[in-house]
Nanobody
Framework: QVQLVESGGGSVQVGGSLRLSCAAS?????MGWFRQAPGKEREGVAA????????YYAYSVKGRFTISQDNTKNTVYLQMNGLKPEDSAMYCC??????????????????WGQGTQVTVSS
């Protein structure tokens, strides 16, 4: 059972920055970030493949968000710059230990963190 612990959420103003962290209790194949705003479906934000370091982004955050990892700590980071009100959501870290599937498909992830709230105010 992989445990995921997120940190780094909070409240910022438009244009501000936040960095989210997600520490896994053991090595995983892919780690990703998803977000869900009230009344909306959960959507994939970004993901990173642990071995190759390949990164994937939703179109809405490309160029503003950067996902990175520290494999020595089984930790991924999501640096969020140029935040907009529409980025406000509960952000959850997720991890896959099985190959196959799509980075943005939540059903392909086996483990989930509790989530951390991000609020962007204008």
């Amino acid at each position: 059972q992989v445990q995921l612990v997120e940190s780094g959420g909070g409240s910022v103003q438009v244009g501000g920055s936040l960095r989210l962290s997600c520490a896994a209790s053991e090595y995983t194949i892919i780690m990703g970030w998803f977000r869900q705003a009230p009344g909306k479906e959960r959507e994939g934000v970004a993901a990173i493949a642990s071995a190759a370091g390949s990164t994937y982004y939703a179109y809405s955050v490309k160029g503003r968000f950067t996902i990175s990892q520290d494999n020595t700590k089984n930790t991924v980071y999501l640096q969020m710059n140029g935040l907009k009100p529409e980025d406000s959501a509960m952000y959850c870290c997720a991890a896959r230990v099985l190959f196959g599937g799509r980075w943005s498909r939540q059903d392909d992830y086996q483990y989930w963190g509790q989530g951390t709230q991000v609020t962007v105010s204008s």
